[in-house]
């Protein structure tokens, strides 16, 4: 068994080296070229907290006064990292993309050895580097890669114990628990590793086509892989700070008294979501993909209806079971699933034009496959470019709203910043809410260490008329309908006003100095 798993490894390292240097190139380089998003100045200063006193705040993601319960995985991983380089922007989403690298492999690993295929490993190793979802979540400080890319190692390494060799179990438990102590979702992975419990690799080998069955000794293996991840994860955070999970995950899922009342606008609007992702970054040839994929898995085997069923359940998982919905969400349970069966339809394709042989069936086969690629390159000068353009150009409505439009957005921070440098000795009174620009700019503060900074509440705006407009500045984005900005911007501290605007529609960031 061990030798046959060298000559496996051997076999599918052809591509390995090439692609992830291309993989490489596409998540290190040009790191800085979107702004700061408002969870991640969140995710930052939770990091920067930790490395400031870690045994006070290794746990503040689970236990903070905004009740926003988020396991601590990536804070961990970066609260190391956060002071050793001058922009802590850049500091956390190196650490994001260095952790890519093993969904990259795992992906690219998981469909060599399921398939027992190198071309559909290179192509879901290439397409997993072109997707623009990816691209985009790997090369920010967001939980949603941490996930997928430990979900996609737990994948890997409990379909090699229950196929190969059962020392990969010791693989599989700690890359489990580490999807779940990156976010909620991570649960969707220790599901999903139940359903290789189907697979009776015997009979899959041989292509036979018999009943489903289960093989009882794969069944168990991955059920304690499954249910060992989840001890761990429940062992490295304390009981206690379990008291806000609940209330949290309410907030966002339903309950089954909830399904019960078939919530179906609810459902309707995550679908439609679902096809506004389809339509702006995977495209409908990926869907068409997962048709061809469907015909293949009814005649092709148990191991293609795991992989269809694993897709199916983390779609409807999300789709039905989430009050509301984001771009992250789908895309976070699904990448992998999709990426796989993309891989394998594109080297099916590849294949089965190989074995007809005629030239102009080879052409219409190739050329059809290399459809989807070439529209994701397209795309690539328009991302690695300037932020808005790409996000204006390409992206959902629920991306411009959130990333370019709306108050979460990041556009304009580094300016503020820049110039809050060149001050010394003032109050800066930030916008209430956490998060930007209010997050982003306490980010950056060992940048200005003499200036004081104090949320506006209603405190500072009714003894505003007491503030020495010289000691002062207010920075804070400009949303319609809030008094409390207009009185801002009257008053003498608004003597000298900059706004920060990178298109018409935006929420503007104003910067308000006195004279």
Known sequence: MAEKLKEEFRFLNRWAIPLLLLFIASRFLWLLNFPIFNDEALYINYSQLMHADWDGAKFISVANPNHDWKPPLLYWFCAPFIGSAGDPLLTARLVSASVSVTGFLSVYYFAGYYFNDKRAAFWAGLLWILNPLVIFYDRAFLAETFVYSFSAAALLFTYLAVSKNRIFIFLAVPFGAFALLSKQSGQLTVISLLFLAFLDFKKADTGHKGRLNIDFKSALLAAIAALLAYLLYRAIIPAEYFSDYGVFIGRWTFSLAD?????????????????????????FIALAAVVLFIFCAYGGGRRHLILLALFLFNSFAVIFGMRSFNEYIYNTSNAVYLTLILGFSAGHIMGFAERRGRPLFKYICKSSVAVLPALWISVLPWYYGPAESYIDKYGTPWMKENFLLGWPSGFGVKE?????????GKTVYLDPQPGNPRTAILV????????????????????????????????????????????????????????????????????????
């Open 259 to 283: 399904l019960l009342k078939f919530p179906v606008g609810s459902w309707l609007n995550n679908l439609g979501m679902v096809y506004l992702l389809y339509s702006h970054y995977y495209t």
């Open 416 to 424: 503020a910043v820049a110039l809050l440098e060149k001050e010394s």
């Open 444 to 515: 950056y503060r060992q940048r200005y260490p003499s200036l004081e900074f104090v949320p506006i509440d209603r405190n500072v705006i009714d003894g505003l008329y007491e503030i020495d407009a010289k000691k002062a500045i207010f920075l804070f984005r400009n949303r319609p309908g809030l008094d409390w900005s207009d009185k801002v911007l009257r008053h003498d501290v608004c003597k000298e006003k900059i706004i920060f605007k990178t298109v018409d529609r935006q929420v503007p960031l104003v910067f308000c100095k006195g004279e």
